[in-house]
């Protein structure tokens, strides 16, 4: 029998954080994922890592020092990545300038949106 243990935790929740970001990276096999992820977290590169079957776990804590004056509370970059002519500039502007467009150019190169929120 597998059974679940429920954690019960009374009054308010503190981390050790101020932000949490989680990030999940998909991709085709053998394309550096694993490598990226590695060199991100650890700032290292192993020419000889193993292929990762199944899932691989890494944590990065990084602590900004010093005043923070942003005239945002957040931002977010965001990185589309996808085949050609599957839609990666008419999500961005859907989402930017909530609109679209039915003729939109074939994007070459990079393009550039800015969201308030």
Not at 93 to 115: A, N
């Amino acid at each position: 029998d597998f059974k679940v243990k429920h954690l019960e935790v009374e009054g308010p929740q503190t981390f050790p954080y101020d932000y949490l970001f989680k990030v999940l990276i998909i991709g085709d096999a053998s394309v550096g994922k694993s490598s990226m992820l590695l060199r991100f977290t650890d700032d290292s590169f192993d020419e000889h890592i193993q292929s990762t079957i199944g899932v691989d776990f890494k944590v990065k804590h990084l602590e900004v020092e010093g005043p923070q004056t942003f005239p945002y509370d957040y931002l977010f970059k965001v990185l589309i990545i996808g085949d050609a002519s599957v839609g990666k500039s008419s999500m961005l502007l859907r989402f930017t300038d909530d609109s679209f467009d039915e003729h939109i150019q074939s994007t070459i190169g990079v393009d550039f949106k800015v969201k308030h929120l």
